[in-house]
């Protein structure tokens, strides 16, 4: 596929994501902004999220899409993306932070963290003049997001 007909598919594919978001203007501004700050260890990767509304406001997961190995002794292998974020600069995000938890989770524990979700860090607060959010960044992406990234074994990453 040549560069030009990669961008236009890029270009259609947000057109029609735009269509059915129905997420406010500062919801997406947010999200953008704490997708800036994730410093992947190694390599690339991609910021993945989900966000809900409920009676509380906004739950927004936010993680580094994992990498599928496609070919080669480690074919059909995933690979999750390791990153830092600077907690300080995340919290300024925030108009004010109500609660800020640290979770590490071993592998005895309920079902409710899916045996996958090993350490997540929680902020709960408001963005943009009064909006209340929790935020969760996730050490690795739910169970039932795709791949960010696929990796052939001559090392091309592809999208």
């Not at 599928?68 to 993306?81: L, M, N, R, T, V």
């Not at 795709?146 to 990796?151: D, E, M, V």
């Amino acid at each position: 596929m040549s560069p030009e007909e990669l961008l236009q598919q890029l270009e259609e594919y947000e057109s029609r994501r735009m269509r059915k978001d129905r997420r406010p203007k500062w919801l997406k501004h947010f999200i953008q902004q704490v997708a800036e700050m994730f410093e992947p260890l190694r390599d690339v990767a991609r910021v993945g999220y989900d966000c809900r509304m409920d009676e509380y406001g906004w739950l927004i997961r936010m993680y580094l899409g994992t990498t599928e190995i496609i070919g080669g002794p480690k074919d059909g292998q995933i690979e999750h993306a390791g990153f830092r974020m600077d907690v300080q600069q995340l919290i300024g995000s925030f108009d004010s932070v109500d609660r800020l938890e640290w979770y590490s989770v071993s592998n005895d524990e309920p079902q409710e963290f899916d045996g996958q979700l090993r350490s997540l860090l929680s902020l709960v607060g408001t963005v943009d003049e009064g909006h209340r959010v929790q935020l969760e960044l996730l050490a690795s992406p739910p169970k039932y997001a795709p791949s960010g990234l696929r990796q052939t074994a001559d090392d091309g990453i592809h999208h």
